[in-house]
């Protein structure tokens, strides 16, 4: 069907002169937005006019973020790890000052000489009290200590970013110091300096043989970017601890399987087999919710329980969301006193968690997590469970049996590698099987149905048109906003759009954080693309108009047409604003990060007292969303790459683009968010996508050529077989692990022991301390003390509150919940 279709286009496309053709095509090409402001032709393209607007921008949004994290100083992950290092350095500091004193009389001075040295480069008390301080924090930030505060994913995030920021150097040297000159060589379009359209390939001849130069340089960028990718991956040593190497996750297991039995399966079906841990799940998603809301309720009887005693005068709040803000008292929203109010919700609290938590050994998932003694053994049973073997029409998996294969369903089981104990979502595990496909399902087809008609931001901006709601912009006749306001609107619109994707694989509660992250890169990924480029490329505005164009009878007949809207001059520079907007706008507009500001202002007025607020400050950072923000920078590089060639003067600003995200990237990693702990499959998912953008730029050339000189031209013929090689080649890694060494993976893994401690730790010996709760197959819920034990400690570390009252007072230490546990990880690593 391909290649009907392209000796189609060139049969059509061949008999249309440029300067015949360009002026009934570019109408034809907006004819869906005729009265709307946004892709109309303006000179050159309206670039210089949005680099402008866009860098002023720039530089208030700065402004306005150094006031707010002056003013707002609490918000995000800054305080948190502040906080975090400021009590780990007080808890330390005389520990250190004996360890010193007795390294000075010891022998062994290496010890003291790394005791030295331990002081990180990155000291908030000593660099960030200044307005602008935080911009030359950036660049001293260094990669270990990136890795010891963000974990080893986010390393490997900012790798991928510098090699594709390398590759747009080398792409950018070709594209701008050949392909352009060579682009303004030509003579088909008109002959001014200021023309957008002399930078464009449509600006040289179809029978020019300079376009074999593109047609190389195309197939010169697939070589250099599987190359990138190569050298990213070959120096990513993924560590994979031996805990989840020896680990196996277990789904259809008789729901009242008990641990004992399941040990006995293994050790009796497999020789020199030995099970140290069988734990089955169980559904704990109410549980850890009564947990989180019982130990909010005690912060709070805690808080007003030391302000009491401090200033010896009873609190009195309002007990309604909002309350503090209410500044009249009307029957029913008096004030109650705090400490009456906090206790009685705390032991209705306590006795609801106590009920849940008898509960919860009769909910099992039919799920366990089992740790065997080495890794050979682990990957034995794997491949004895995984291994498909054929009798007659049915093929499956004949795994060993023992006595308690039928008791245990052993025949049902689904085996798999365990996923990190921090990866795994437990609240999710009981939404399983086919209540989960049918939630998954529903969410998906309500996702396509909506974006089925608004795919675009483009369809929106032309249905606010005809409400008039952009006539005013047009009617003040001036270029600067006209030319300005549509690419911010489309900015808008492009970020909003993306946004419902990203939830939609939010509610369809994965098991793990990596699933999530995966899901939400590649939906967002393939919207964006279509949303992005493909379809404003065509001259459409939906993939609703997209489906009727392609299964329409006059398909072929349009084709032509529509495949010359992407050559048109404007169009590249349509496609160069907004790579513009989203270097400027999107990459500032990720530094304020303001959806979560709003979030964190929404929460601060709704809580109810000063203890829920001083809460709500504690647990407002989040996880770095690695799978939104790959789908976001992946979207940009692949619009740079596919006009690379047609439309060369994309590449700087692109590069631009990389750079400040790669910037915005390394402080918000650092500061603002919390640690993630995912699998590598986030990372080489990434390196997959990247492989389009270049197999995107050879369709673009071949569309190009054939239109231009047809489908049996050399240039066609040699740029299609490249192509079709090309996704040959991938498709057969993608889908069955063939040519390996033609891959962009090159990937080294390295195990650690789990359970093995430094030996060492700032220059000293270690201490006993135990292995964080985290790193256990067990829900963090289940592995708390009872809520009496708690209590008593709560009193201890009560004083945590005093630190709103009393300006010196700094013990915060804190109850370990879902996600103080994220805080705690990141102490520990």
């Known amino acids: 069907m391909l290649p009907y279709v392209i000796a189609t286009l060139g049969s059509a496309g ?71 290092d400021r009590r780990r350095r007080w808890q ?66 900012l790798s991928f970013q510098r090699h594709i920021i390398g590759l747009l150097v080398a792409v950018g040297v070709l594209s701008v110091g050949i392909v352009l000159p060579v682009n303004f060589s030509g003579d088909l379009l008109e002959n001014n300096a ?52 020896r680990t196996l996750f277990i789904n259809g297991i008789s729901k009242y399987a008990e641990p004992e039995k399941i040990k006995k399966h293994f050790e009796e079906a497999y020789a020199n087999c030995t099970v140290l841990e069988a734990r089955p799940c169980y559904d704990v998603a109410r549980l850890m919710f009564l947990d989180a809301e019982r130990k909010k309720a005690e912060r709070g009887r805690i808080y007003f329980t030391n302000l009491q005693s401090k200033e010896n005068t009873p609190s009195m709040i309002n007990p309604k969301p909002c309350g503090h803000l209410c500044c009249c008292v009307i029957r029913g929203c008096e004030e109650v006193e705090a400490i009456e109010y906090y206790t009685k919700l705390e032991e209705k609290l306590k006795d609801d968690y106590k009920r849940e938590k008898e509960k919860v050994n009769e909910k099992p998932l039919g799920m366990a997590f089992v740790t065997f003694h080495n890794e050979t053994i682990t990957a034995i049973i794997l491949k004895d469970f995984n291994a498909c073997k054929c009798q007659g029409c049915a093929c499956r998996g004949e795994p060993r049996a023992s006595s308690c294969s039928e008791s245990l369903h052993v025949s049902n089981w689904t085996v798999s590698y365990a996923p990190d104990p921090q990866n795994i979502y437990w609240e999710h595990l009981s939404i399983r099987g086919f209540i989960w496909w049918i939630r998954c399902l529903v969410i998906n087809v309500v996702l396509f149905i909506l974006l089925f008609f608004l795919t675009t931001p483009a369809i929106i901006i032309t249905t606010m048109d005809k409400f008039n709601v952009t006539k005013p912009v047009e009617y003040l006749n001036n270029p600067i906003i006209t030319q300005f306001f549509p690419t911010l609107l489309l900015w808008c619109f492009s970020a909003l759009l993306p946004t419902i994707v990203y939830y939609s694989a939010f509610f369809e509660a994965h ?7 995966r899901t939400t890169m590649h939906k967002c990924y393939t919207f964006l693309i279509f949303m992005v480029l493909l379809l404003p490329s065509l001259g459409l505005s939906s993939l609703d108009v997209f489906f009727r164009w392609l299964f329409d009878k ?120 919390l640690p993630a702990k995912l699998d590598k499959k986030i990372h080489s998912g990434a390196v997959n996508q990247v492989v389009a953008a270049p197999i995107l730029c050879l369709f673009w050339l071949l569309f190009f050529s054939t239109m231009r000189t047809g489908f049996l031209a050399p240039t066609s013929m ?17 889908c069955f692990g063939h040519f390996k060494y033609l ?56 004083s945590q509150d005093e630190e709103l009252i009393n300006a010196d007072g700094m013990n915060d230490t804190d109850f370990q919940s879902c996600e103080d546990s994220l805080i705690e990880n990141e102490i520990h690593q």
């Not at 020019?208 to 047609?215: A, K, R, V």
């Not at 098991?511 to 992250?517: A, K, L, M, V, Y």
């Not at 809460?615 to 596919?642: D, I, L, P, S």
């Open 14 to 84: 061949a008999t249309c002169k440029a300067s015949t053709c360009n002026n009934s095509t570019k109408d034809y090409c907006y004819s869906a937005r005729i009265r709307s402001t946004v892709l109309q032709g303006l000179p050159f393209g309206g670039v210089p006019t949005v680099l402008a607007l866009d860098f002023m921008c720039f530089l208030a949004l700065l402004f306005v973020f150094s006031i707010l994290r002056k003013v707002a100083w609490d918000y995000g992950r800054l305080a948190l790890v502040t906080d975090a």
């Open 718 to 734: 040699f740029t299609f077989v490249v192509l079709v090689i090309t996704i040959v080649i991938c498709l057969c890694h993608v």
């Open 194 to 245: 200021y023309s957008f359209g002399r930078t464009t390939i449509a600006n040289l001849n179809s029978g020019n043989n300079l376009l074999w130069l593109h047609t190389s340089f195309a197939f010169l960028y697939l070589l250099l970017t599987v190359y990138s990718m190569r050298r990213h991956t070959s120096k990513m040593r993924y560590k994979e601890d031996d805990l989840v190497k």
């Open 92 to 157: 330390t500091e005389r520990e250190e000052r004996e360890y010193v004193a007795s390294a000075l009389h010891s022998d062994n001075h290496d010890r003291y000489e790394r005791l030295t040295s331990v002081s990180s480069s990155v000291d908030f008390d000593q660099r960030d009290n200044g307005f602008c301080s935080w911009l030359t924090a950036i660049f001293r930030i260094k990669d270990d200590e990136i890795r010891d505060k963000c974990g080893g994913d986010a390393v490997h995030y």
């Open 554 to 673: 006059k398909f072929l007949a349009e084709a032509a047409v529509r495949f010359e809207c992407v050559f048109l001059p404007d169009n590249g520079a349509f496609f160069v604003n907004y790579v513009i907007a989203s270097a400027f706008i999107g990459n500032a507009m990720d530094l304020l990060r303001i959806p979560g500001l709003l979030m964190y202002m929404i929460r601060l007025c709704l809580a109810r007292s000063a203890a829920e607020r001083r809460n709500v400050k504690r647990h407002q950072a989040y996880e770095f969303q690695f799978g939104a923000a790959y789908a976001w920078m992946m979207c940009v590089f692949t619009v740079v790459m596919t006009y690379s060639i047609t439309c060369p003067i994309i590449v700087p600003f692109g590069l631009m683009y990389m750079l400040l995200k790669h910037l915005v990237d390394r402080y918000n990693l650092y500061y603002a968010y």
């Open 743 to 798: 891959s962009a993976h090159n990937y080294k893994i390295d195990h650690t022991e789990v359970d093995a401690i430094e030996s060492r730790q700032n220059g000293r010996p270690a201490t006993n301390l135990p292995a964080p709760k985290s790193t256990k197959y067990i829900a963090q819920v289940l592995q708390d003390s009872s809520p009496e034990g708690e209590a008593t400690e709560s009193e201890e570390q009560g």
């Open 511 to 517: 098991w793990t954080r990596s699933g999530e992250n």
